[in-house]
């Protein structure tokens, strides 16, 4: 799977591992999820505001999530705990029905 993480703000190197682990544990329990994309930039002069564009590549039309907050830390708990939800939400409407073979 493809993680690209692009982060056009000050924060450390260290948050782009943290959003690859919890990407990646997404991917473990979503196994539909194809690639992901992540886009941090930093907006405001006084005050900076963090914004945080996810997509999210699954078979059909891709999910994106956009999110803003002053704290990082807010913002990836809105962020990781949208992507779980509309995860879990595409699998349960194209999951496709198992059906049993009698033999």
Do not use: C
């Amino acid at each position: 799977m493809k993680i690209l993480v692009r982060n056009n703000t000050g924060l450390p190197q260290r948050y782009a591992g943290f959003i690859k682990d919890r990407i990646n544990q997404a991917k473990e329990k979503f196994q539909h999820l194809l690639y992901a994309e992540v886009y941090l930039s930093e907006e405001g002069n006084a005050k900076s505001t963090y914004k945080a564009v996810v997509k999210l590549g699954v078979a059909g039309q891709d999910i994106v999530l956009t999110h803003t907050s002053e704290s990082p830390t807010e913002l990836w708990r809105k962020t990781f705990s949208d992507v779980q939800r509309y995860l879990r939400k595409y699998k349960e409407r194209y999951r496709t029905p198992q059906i049993a073979a009698m033999i």
